[in-house]
């Protein structure tokens, strides 16, 4: 299964950045994440609980960081194993670019599965692998600007734009 897309982030490219790298945000941002540990340089354990149609498994597995280009691009590399259910791997190819005064961020995902899993048919695994895809960058989009307010505005009260938690951790 492959996807294309993009978010346009109102945060600076370095924000965006620092956040991508950063082992908190995407444990926030993976949907189904219980723990992830480890760093850029020597990559991530993880597991994550999921449900794709009748099979739910815990996964355990790894997610590397690879062809970084500083501030720029990153792969992000996932293989899980779900025990009885089967095995998950796929990647994403994350591209940041500014625009105005935020940023765009384009992904290229790729995902495989197998065991119990692949028997569910790809349609299925399509349209799960898309939503997971969907869900990650939406709550990477929060993590780093916040939530957006009910009328497309993102105001903390005072008139000012919210912050995400990230950018508040930050400062930025």
Do not use: H
């Not at 899980?80 to 384009?106: C, I, M, N, Q, Y």
């Amino acid at each position: 299964m492959e996807l294309k897309d993009q978010r346009d982030i109102n945060a600076s490219p370095e924000i965006v950045w620092a956040a991508i790298l950063d082992p908190e945000v995407l444990k926030a941002c993976v949907p189904g994440c219980e723990s992830m540990t480890g760093s850029p340089e020597e990559g991530y354990e993880a597991v994550v609980v999921q449900k794709v149609g009748p099979v739910k498994a815990k996964f355990t597995g790894v997610v590397t960081l690879s062809d970084i280009v500083e501030g720029r691009e990153v792969t992000i590399t996932g293989e899980g194993k779900g025990g009885p259910a089967g095995f998950a791997k796929g990647g994403a190819k994350v591209t940041l670019t500014p625009e105005g005064d935020g940023t765009r961020l384009s992904y290229d995902v790729d995902a495989k599965v197998g065991g119990k899993l692949a028997q569910l048919g790809s349609r299925i695994i399509d349209g799960f692998a898309k939503k997971m895809a969907d869900q990650f960058f939406a709550r990477f989009q929060e993590a780093v600007e916040g939530p957006p307010e009910p009328d497309g505005t993102e105001l903390d009260g005072s008139d000012q734009p919210k912050k995400g938690w990230f950018k508040r951790v930050l400062g930025g």
